[in-house]
């Protein structure tokens, strides 16, 4: 991170021709979905240093429909002054926005040897210091979140000692639990009993458990919990990766349903992040059900060139947003249950049930075997839960489709005789080879197997992704980037009507009737709703 000196030109980027007053709609759809942004220490220490930074800072966030900041206090060994933070937290309060605390626990005390700036928490001088970077958040402010960095992968002679015959996840797990009972939430509560502490998890699901994240325990402990739904990636040159975009909204579903009312909002950001997938990033942090996103961060998004495009491409898209999140917040999701136990390693699987839904197989997240579900994904996940045996065999027993992994039907020693679809091996956890080459005759017979307790046949290229909404909405999203046909039916329908397209000028289509044809252009939505009448 550097410094840098907001300009009217930077903060004025992207407001021209705007249909609506971004402050006045954010602040009428606030109770069903809100959105903020994160000012690093940097920031703060060098933007927000004096009034003039300040009120810069809350004419841009005005103008981007931002009513929540999050004012950072310690990140990478920088902490603005006291007086600064004050300043800023006061100025944002006293012009109507919500204020919070942020701490990115980098750069702490005794270094680990594992991922750069993450600290040995083995070491008593990393908890000493921990805590005193808290207690100093929580003399500030009554609400801190903590950045995604609170975990560990350090193997020193002392962890190594500690550990003892504990596997690294279970002494890990513990150790963690133990830092934000003690010196996190312990200490903040020391000083100011108001205070609620927000535990944020990072995207990389697969492998919580192996650097310390305990989803059940610490979400127990903390008074919230946040989710990282960045998939990032499609710029050119940069180390970021596409990966698969459906997982921001499987990640906060799973997570959603172990939180539940705890579970506040998505971050995401625009790191290696084109305004395409920035957009998608977006869309599919409000279907996973988020009634808040953050946007990381205030500085790139003003600063970096790439940061800009991607504000002012959001921004054209705010207004459907918010009608976004209000279809979902009354509905609930349904489709095919992707079982991932906490704690859970992904084996051979890893990004399944993202993958399957990249190839528009409408799998829905659970953290628990449900025996009701209209269909189920069974994948090396759930060997990790003790019960799978009788989960396995009420799948069987129910007789409603069930789409296995290769890797699970060897480890179950299942055959496919009983109607299991078995899914063809992955070596790729952004993208799905062996479903994406398949000719599209052949995914749609696999995927009419999949969704026939549903009632549901879609046709589709992989890439295009259905999302089903209680019993009268369906969303579709193409991720490709070219226009493209799909089919779409649904026992019961009689037809389809739009309510909602992402871009608003998209041109997407619907055919009429109950086996309606759809034109998606390139990297669009369509929120469809289910008509009353044959059309």
């Known amino acids: 991170m550097f410094p840098f000196v ?15 007053d971004p402050w006045a709609l954010a602040r009428r759809h606030a109770r069903t979905y809100r959105v903020s942004t994160l000012m ?71 270094p680990g040897n594992g991922w750069t700036s993450i600290s040995c ?44 015959s504990n596997t690294w996840a279970g002494y890990r797990g513990d150790l963690m639990l133990d830092v934000s009972r003690k010196e996190i939430l312990g200490a903040v509560r020391a000083v100011n009993p108001r205070c609620k502490v927000i535990v944020k998890y990072p995207c990389w699901h697969e492998d919580f458990q192996e650097r310390g994240y305990d989803v059940v325990r610490q979400t127990a402990a903390f008074d919230r919990i946040w989710v990282g739904t960045e998939t990032r990636g499609g710029a050119p040159g940069t180390q970021w990766a596409a990966e698969p975009q459906y ?60 940061g800009r495009r991607d504000a002012a491409a959001w921004l054209t898209e705010l207004p459907q947003h918010f009608e976004l999140a209000e279809i979902v917040a009354k509905r609930k999701p349904r489709g095919l249950l992707g079982w991932k136990p906490p704690s859970s390693p992904p084996g051979k699987d890893r990004n399944l049930h993202s993958l399957l839904g990249m190839a528009g197989f409408p799998v829905i997240a659970a953290h628990a075997f449900d025996a009701s579900a209209p ?5 090396d996940h759930v060997r990790a839960d003790p019960s799978w045996r009788r989960a396995w065999r009420a799948a069987l027993a129910s007789g409603r489709p069930i789409a296995a992994s290769a890797s699970w039907l060897e480890f179950a020693r299942a055959d496919t005789d009983k109607g299991v679809i078995a899914l063809p091996p992955n070596s790729d956890a952004n993208r799905y080879d062996a479903l994406a080459s398949l000719p599209q005759e052949e995914l749609n017979a696999l995927r009419d197997r999949a969704t026939a307790a ?8 992989y890439g295009v992704a259905l999302f089903l909404f209680g019993q009268d909405t369906a969303i ?47 990297r669009s939505m369509i929120v469809l709703r289910r008509s009353q009448t044959r059309l």
């Open 6 to 20: 907001l300009t009217a030109t930077m903060f004025s980027q992207g407001l021209r021709e705007q249909p609506t």
């Open 40 to 110: 690093d220490a940097n920031q703060v220490a060098n933007d927000l240093k004096n009034e003039a930074g300040v009120q810069r800072a809350i004419a841009w966030c005005r103008g981007h429909g931002i009513t929540h900041v999050y004012i950072e206090s310690y990140r990478d060994k920088v902490e603005p002054s006291d007086e600064t933070l004050r300043r800023a937290r006061d100025g944002f309060r006293a012009a109507g926005f919500q204020v919070s605390g942020c701490i990115t626990p980098t750069l702490i005390g005794k």
């Open 121 to 164: 928490y083995t070491d008593p001088t990393t908890r000493k210091e921990i805590e005193r970077v808290f207690r100093r958040a929580a003399a500030l402010f009554d609400e801190i979140m903590i950045d995604d960095f609170l975990f560990t992968d350090c193997t020193c002679e002392a962890c190594r000692q500690a550990r003892r």
């Open 247 to 306: 997982r921001a909204y499987w990640l906060m579903r799973w997570l959603g349903g172990i939180g539940g009312a705890k579970c506040g909002g998505g971050w995401y950001d625009w790191l290696g992040t084109p305004p395409v997938y920035y957009l998608e990033q977006a869309r599919l942090t409000i279907l996973g059900g988020a009634r808040e996103a953050l946007l990381f961060n205030y500085g790139a998004l003003v600063r970096d060139s790439l």
């Open 375 to 379: 269909g189920f994904v069974f994948a």
């Open 454 to 461: 549903l009632g549901v046949r879609f046709h589709a290229p």
């Open 476 to 522: 579709l999203q193409s991720f490709r980037d070219e226009a493209t046909t799909c089919e779409l039916e649904i026992g019961g329908w009689k037809g389809f009507v739009t309510a909602l397209r992402l871009p608003a000028n998209s041109g997407a289509t619907v055919s009429p009737g109950s086996r309606s044809k759809i034109l998606l252009p390139a």
